[in-house]
C-alpha cells in the first residue's frame, strides 16, 4: 500500500511492515494468521500494510493469463510464442 508520510513512520510500523514482507516470501499461511490476529498498533498497521504490499507487487509479476483465470471462472490459454525458450539449432 502506498502512503506519503510528511514524516518518518514509526520505528515500531517500519518493523512490522519489514516482518511481514518477509513472512509472505516465505510463510504466506503463517503470515496471513499473524495479520488476522493483530491488534490495533503502530506494529500492527505495519504488518497488515507490509502484507497488502507484498500481495500486490506478487500480483503485478503475475502473468495477465494467470491472474485471470480465477477472476472470471474461465481458462485462458496463454500465446503459445510468448514467453517460451527456444534453443538455437
Request: charge should be negative; charged fraction near 40%; hydrophobic fraction near 30%.
Amino acid at each position: 500500500m502506498e502512503r506519503e508520510f510528511e514524516f518518518d513512520p514509526h520505528p515500531d510500523y517500519v518493523e512490522g511492515f519489514n516482518e511481514a514482507y518477509i513472512l509472505m516470501q516465505q510463510y504466506p499461511d503463517l503470515a496471513d494468521h499473524l495479520a488476522k490476529a493483530m491488534r490495533q498498533s503502530e506494529r500492527g498497521d505495519g504488518f497488515l500494510d507490509g502484507r497488502e504490499q507484498y500481495i500486490a507487487e506478487k500480483a503485478e509479476r503475475m502473468p495477465k493469463w494467470l491472474q485471470n483465470r480465477d477472476v472470471e471462472g474461465k481458462d485462458i490459454d496463454p500465446d503459445k510464442g510468448k514467453d517460451t525458450y527456444e534453443p538455437d539449432r
